[in-house]
T-cell receptor
Framework: EAGVTQFPSHSVIEKGQTVTLRCDPI?????LYWYRRVMGKEIKFLLH????????ESGMPNNRFLAERTGGTYSTLKVQPAELEDSGVYFC??????????????FGPGTRLLVL | AQKVTQAQTEISVVEKEDVTLDCVYE???????LFWYKQPPSGELVFLIR??????QNEISGRYSWNFQKSTSSFNFTITASQVVDSAVYFC???????????????FGTGTLLAVQP
């Protein structure tokens, strides 16, 4: 079974540009999460999809970030316009069904974003 | 407030040494779940273990063991006879038992970088 995949693995852009990150969850997983780790700090929750609906987007830093999950399969996270403080590693995770907080989330390798 | 603290930023040991990674958590919930993830140099977060707040039994899996103590709000991870392949960043995480549609987001510590020297 294929794991969570993320594309691209690395992205270097200039301040003010737009970047779109993609996440493909494990096949059949209804839940998809985005997290971010800024250098040296903890991994922080951004948002949670259940199928195509946003269950919780309380961690999204501001309106420059837009996440979508059309059709309830893959998800994209767009940053527009990017700022220096957006640099970090963006992780995607998925879990099979929302039954409770014990559900294990399986993570992808992350996208390393550097904004210059 | 929910919080996970991993006070050890970096640990360096020589192969075959035992090493313990500390994790201290804060939560007001009586039902919660604790996790450990490993991040090897390849970058992905690999799930290691999940414990619930009602089960304080220690867990052993090969060279790995976990010590959960509610009295001290700790969930420490010990690697026995460490190997070079254990070199990675290890994250401890907390998930609270919110039902009724709330998300089970993970609250992570800052991670501990373990370097095992040959």
């Amino acid at each position: 079974e294929a794991g969570v995949t993320q594309f691209p693995s690395h992205s270097v852009i200039e301040k003010g540009q737009t970047v779109t990150l993609r996440c493909d969850p494990i096949s059949g997983h209804d839940n998809l999460y985005w997290y971010r780790r800024v250098m040296g700090k903890e991994i922080k929750f951004l948002l949670h999809f259940v199928k195509e609906s946003k269950q919780d987007e309380s961690g999204m830093p501001n309106n420059r970030f837009l996440a979508e999950r059309t059709g309830g399969t893959y998800s994209t996270l767009k940053v527009q316009p990017a700022e220096l403080e957006d640099s970090g590693v963006y992780f995607c995770a998925s879990s099979s069904s929302y039954r409770g907080p014990w559900e294990t989330q399986y993570f992808g390798p992350g996208t390393r974003l550097l904004v210059l | 407030a929910q919080k996970v603290t991993q006070a050890q930023t970096e640990i360096s040991v020589v192969e075959k040494e035992d090493v313990t990674l500390d994790c201290v958590y804060e939560t007001r919930d009586t039902t919660y779940y604790l996790f450990w993830y490993k991040q090897p140099p390849s970058g992905e977060l690999v799930f290691l273990i999940r414990r619930n707040s009602f089960d304080e039994q220690n867990e052993i899996s090969g060279r790995y063991s976990w010590n959960f103590q509610k009295s001290t709000s700790s969930f420490n991870f010990t690697i026995t006879a460490s190997q070079v392949v254990d070199s990675a960043v290890y994250f401890c995480a907390l998930s609270e038992a919110h039902y009724g549609g709330a998300t089970n987001k993970l609250i992570f510590g800052t991670g501990t970088l373990l370097a095992v020297q040959p």
